[in-house]
């Protein structure tokens, strides 16, 4: 390298010169320090979600039990005065509304506390596993009946760089997952309404 210097000015010149090193480490670092900055983003806004969930099913189970919601209303009706109230940061298409693709709402009454069930329904998909809708029901019940309300949503995620390789959940044709999983439950007697 030295032989090269002296014999070329120009490359002499070159070697010597610090006018690019700021823009040569900037170049470098952007981009992790940029997917650092929308992960960020995009945590906040998943987090977000979450809470706007939960406050949902809050909100509808609160109508439930107050009999402000009556036990003859459809899973559709239901279905949209939920996404009602998320649309904030959540769009409910009038297909997701019919079929649920991201959104899924399990109600149902119980004869006892006990009887509601305690953890998530996954399905076996080989070594992971994936929500398994298949018992979800629809039975808002009447006056002073127990009733469990779950909410499951899957939150798209881009910047999930990490979370694919830690986690058992995965769709169920296998493929990494690309959302993260929003779970908002709420168990409650019904009022003794009219």
């Known amino acids: 390298m030295r032989s090269l210097v002296s014999k070329f000015p120009l490359a002499r010149r070159f070697a010597r010169s610090r006018d690019g090193t700021a823009a040569i480490e900037f170049a470098i670092l952007a981009i992790p320090y940029f997917v650092v900055v929308f992960a960020i983003i995009e945590t906040f806004l998943a987090m977000m979600a979450e809470q706007l969930v939960t406050n949902a099913t809050d909100t509808m189970a609160r109508k439930l039990r107050t009999g402000q919601i009556a036990s003859t209303i459809t899973q559709e009706e239901f279905r949209k005065q939920f996404c009602a109230e998320v649309s904030i940061l959540i769009t409910c298409s009038a297909e997701e509304i019919k079929t649920p693709k991201q959104l899924y709402i399990d109600l149902r009454q119980f004869s006892t506390f006990a009887a509601i069930p305690k953890t998530i329904p996954l399905v076996p998909n080989g070594q992971y596993y994936d929500l398994d809708s298949s018992a979800f029901g629809f039975s ?10 779950r909410v499951y949503y899957r939150w798209p995620v881009i910047t999930d760089l990490v979370r694919p390789y830690l986690t058992n959940i995965r769709p169920r044709d296998g493929s990494m997952p690309s959302h993260f999983l929003i779970v908002a439950t709420d168990a409650f007697r019904n009022e003794a309404y009219q």
């Open 140 to 149: 808002p019940g009447g006056p002073v009946s127990i009733n469990m309300l």
